[in-house]
């Protein structure tokens, strides 16, 4: 059982930054594709990045150029560091640990909330 806790969420003005960090239970960056995800109220789960055990990164086209994910595999955490916030971009973050083997298994944190507003 895989075990993702979220922290780093917060009340941000517009233009601001913040980092969100997944602490995870176990070793298991090597082997699954670490991703945040975000819902806004009354809109869909979306991805917002995500990240291979490989290191290869990918960025929804609204956030690409202003936020990052990485990985410590050492503190088996996975960061979003997020720039030049926007309004838009205020939702429920959540982190999202995919594993392929034995069989496809997502895990789901619980969530932090990111607000943008002046």
């Known amino acids: 059982q895989v075990r993702l806790v979220e922290s780093g969420g917060d009340l941000v003005q517009p233009g601001g930054t913040l980092r969100l960090s997944c602490a995870a239970s176990?070793?298991?960056?090597?082997?699954?594709?670490m991703g945040w995800y975000r819902q806004a109220p009354g809109k869909q789960r979306e991805l917002v990045a995500s990240?291979?055990?490989?290191?290869?990164?990918n960025y929804s086209d609204s956030v690409k150029g202003r936020f990052t994910i990485s990985t410590d595999n050492a503190k088996n955490t996975v960061s979003l560091q997020m720039n030049s916030l926007k309004p838009e971009d205020t939702a429920l973050y959540y982190c999202?640990?995919?594993?392929?083997?034995?069989?496809?298994?997502?895990?789901w944190g619980q969530g932090t909330q990111v607000t943008v507003s002046s």
């Open positions: 990240i291979t055990s490989r290191g290869s990164t």
């Open positions: 999202n640990a995919h594993l392929n083997w034995p069989r496809p298994t997502d895990y």
């Open positions: 176990g070793s298991i960056f090597r082997l699954a594709t």
